[in-house]
């Protein structure tokens, strides 16, 4: 079976630290892969996705991650955080017929 | 971008009851709908796939007689939460597809005393 996981639980920076979350798959398909974000009393808002070419996928915010297929990860990455990026952020993996499993999530802190 | 709606925002129900929760895409139709379960401090756990005019397809160990879903349009899924009891607690998401995408509705949050 599909899953995601998920390396760091939460995460606390300051404004302008560099971010990097860690999310590594298992699934032995092709896959699609993606990052969602859940600012506080929000919906889910999709980031950014990976089907396929460059592996290196940009998204909104500043937030850009890379597929590398031979370690089964796809980390998030922004190189100077802010204030308004405090967030839990999702890593996802198509499990087929449009369906997400989700990792079980990073709550990021970013201080002013 | 498009829209998914979810009613009500909140709910809380006495033990033994039941509970409906609406998941609606407001500008685009959807022939299938997903529904999540989200536990605290952990993530969406997939409870079903809704299908418009046929069955829903309930992931391993989700009873389908506990949560019952309709696909009543290709704009409305219902989940409702039969015989509700205090381990139903939880925050209920859905989604729809759009395009190979997923948009999701805000959530529910259920509290069954």
């Known amino acids: 079976a599909q899953s995601v996981s998920q390396h760091n639980h939460h995460v606390i920076l300051s404004e302008a630290a560099s971010l990097e979350l860690g999310c590594n798959y298992s699934y032995g398909g092709t896959v699609n892969l993606f990052w969602y974000v859940q600012y506080p009393g929000q919906h889910l808002q999709l980031l950014l996705k990976?089907?396929?070419?460059?592996?290196l996928v940009k998204g909104i915010k500043g937030f850009e991650a890379e597929f590398i297929k031979s370690k089964f990860s796809f980390n998030l990455r922004k190189p100077s955080v802010q204030w308004s990026d405090t967030a839990e952020y999702f890593c996802a993996v198509n499990a087929g017929f449009q369906k997400l499993v989700f990792g079980t999530g990073t709550r990021l802190l970013v201080s002013p | 971008g498009a829209v998914v709606s979810q009613h009500p925002s909140r709910v809380i129900c006495k033990s033994g009851t039941s509970v409906k929760i609406e998941c609606r895409s407001l500008?685009?139709?959807?022939?299938?709908m997903f529904w999540y379960r989200q536990f605290p401090k952990k993530s969406l756990m997939l409870m079903a796939t809704?299908?418009?005019?046929?069955?829903?397809?309930?992931e391993q160990g989700v009873e389908k007689d506990k949560f019952l879903i309709n696909h009543a349009s290709l704009t409305l899924s219902t989940l409702t939460v039969t015989s509700a009891h205090p381990e139903d607690s939880s925050f209920y998401i859905c989604s729809a597809p759009l395009a190979a995408e997923q948009f999701f509705g805000p959530g529910t949050r259920l509290t069954v005393l």
């Open positions: 990976y089907f396929s070419g460059d592996p």
């Open positions: 500008d685009f139709q959807a022939t299938t």
């Open positions: 809704s299908n418009e005019g046929s069955k829903a397809t309930y």
